[in-house]
């Protein structure tokens, strides 16, 4: 994947860092989308799928570590935090809560373009942005957001299903063999706020394994 194609997200209070990070960003032909508090930037990521993420601590509504918790309940992708705190455990604190890697303010060019190139490499390793999942005679694109099913006789189908039912299916075919929480589910498919509301996943759990049939082999352990 081309620099050309990836998507960096910025959530970042301050304008002006924002507008520096762009222009930055947008020299290397990044597309740049940009969200100046925590809920805005909790729904850009769910939104646009970015490639990689940076993550100010200090926004207006709530604390950025939240931001990151909420993103890594559903997402591996990489999280860089850009923050002016600089005490040790402001930094272990963002780690331990999932970001990947701490950049302090003031900056410079080229250690940004660095930490950025080194967290897409990372991300390129282990296969995390536009991996193709294989499960049984069922191949789900994850970059496509499509589920097809190929018979013995080459027969193909394709799961018709809403936004909602394909994050599901999603959710469960990235931890097939694991156990899952319903709380990491409900977070990942509908958000933080709905994390109790369990009838949600009964209702759509149903209808998503009548469209895959009991076949699929997508299967995850789902506990309270």
Known sequence: ??????????????????????????????????AECASRGVTAARTHKPDLVFIDLGLPDRDGLTVIQDIRAWSRVPIIVLSARSDESDKVAALEAGADDYLTKPFGPRELAARVRVALRHTAGSGAAGSMLTIGAWRIDLKAR??????????????????????????????????VT???????????????????????????????????????????
């Open 182 to 224: 319903h709380r990491t589910l409900l977070q990942q498919v509908w958000g933080p706020a709905s994390a109790q509301q369990k009838h949600y996943l009964r209702v759509y759990m149903k209808h998503v394994a009548r469209q895959a049939g009991t076949g699929s082999g997508a299967t995850a352990m789902v506990i309270d």
């Open 146 to 179: 499509t589920a097809r099913n190929a018979d013995a006789n080459a027969n193909v189908t394709e799961l018709h299903l809403t936004p909602i039912e394909y994050r599901l299916l999603e959710g469960l075919a990235q931890h097939v063999g694991l156990v």
């Open 1 to 34: 994947m081309t620099t050309a194609s990836r998507c960096i997200l910025i959530v970042e209070d301050e304008p002006q860092i924002r507008r520096v990070l762009r222009t930055l960003l947008e020299l290397d032909h990044f597309r740049i989308i940009e």
